[in-house]
């Protein structure tokens, strides 16, 4: 064909275009004067989509929790699939938002009254202990007053917790008769015998006591001279040295612990000794 034939002509304006036309159709579109795209409709618009997209989600969920818990062992565990469990709270949060705000009043817890109590169980009285009974008095025998029966229960009592024989006891009662008169008697001499519990007072140099035995002498001190269990301990401790005293008449036992200046003087209370030592004793 001809060149200048108008047909050719039309075809070769007709042609494809060139790699350089596409280019620069190309750099239009991208370019900064390309037109605007039509907007395209999101993919997720749809509810349905969603749904179904939100359902899959939580059962892949699901299989990966129960694929989770299985032990190397494989030993299968009873898992709570995930998307029962939320339901479940769902279910629970639903019913909690439903609920009246109005609440009633729980009722008061009653405690009982400690008067109650006490009449429940009363608390049992003690009782209050005992005094300790004082001891009787001996009755005052052989002419003796109250006095001189209890320094006798003193002396007869000290014997007896010595184990000694009746007769010492009869021996140490007439001394005791014949030296104070069963009293327990002080010294003008000493004033500080005047210091304890005393019955009288004698000025037989310092004796004192019932058995006026003298500080002076060995006895002892003042105020262990003064109590008549010690006086009387003393007594029969010094006749108890005496060899043989057991033979000897009442008088020669006595005036053998005593050394008096008036010997025969104690055989007058032989007689009285001896009823009261059988009285205390009886």
């Known amino acids: 064909m001809h060149p200048d034939d108008p047909r050719a002509q039309k075809l070769t304006d007709a042609r494809p275009t060139t790699p350089s036309d596409h280019a620069v159709s190309t750099e239009r579109t991208i370019g900064r004067h390309r037109a605007p795209e039509p907007p395209r409709r999101t993919l997720l618009g749809s509810t349905p989509l969603r749904v179904a997209l939100a359902t899959g989600v939580t059962c892949c969920l699901s299989l990966a929790a129960v694929a989770a818990v299985r032990g190397s062992d494989d030993t299968p565990r009873t898992v709570e699939p995930l998307a029962e469990a939320v339901a479940d709270r769902a279910a629970i949060a639903d019913e909690r938002a439903s ?100 019955q009288g007072s004698g000025s037989d140099h310092d004796s004192v006591g019932l058995f006026q035995q003298r500080p002076s002498s060995g006895w002892g001190t003042v105020a262990q001279l003064m109590r008549p269990a010690y006086a009387a301990r003393a007594f029969y401790t010094a006749l108890k040295e005496i060899p043989g005293w057991q033979d000897m008449s009442i008088t020669a036992a006595a005036q053998s612990v005593q050394i008096s200046a008036y010997p025969d003087a104690y055989a007058q209370h032989e007689d009285r000794a001896t009823t009261v030592a059988a009285a205390l004793t009886a």
């Open 99 to 198: 609920r009246s705000l109005d609440r009633d009043i729980a009722p008061a817890r009653i405690l009982p009254s400690p008067t109650a109590t006490a009449t429940a169980t009363p608390t049992p009285k003690r009782k209050a202990p005992k005094k300790p009974a004082k001891p009787r008095r001996p009755r005052p025998v052989a002419g003796l007053d109250q006095a001189q029966m209890d320094n006798a229960k003193i002396i007869v009592d000290v014997g007896l917790e010595m184990k000694m024989p009746r007769r010492a006891l009869v021996v140490a009662l007439a001394t005791a008769m014949q030296e104070s008169n069963l009293y327990n008697l002080a010294s003008d001499v000493l004033p500080e015998s005047a210091q304890y519990p005393n």
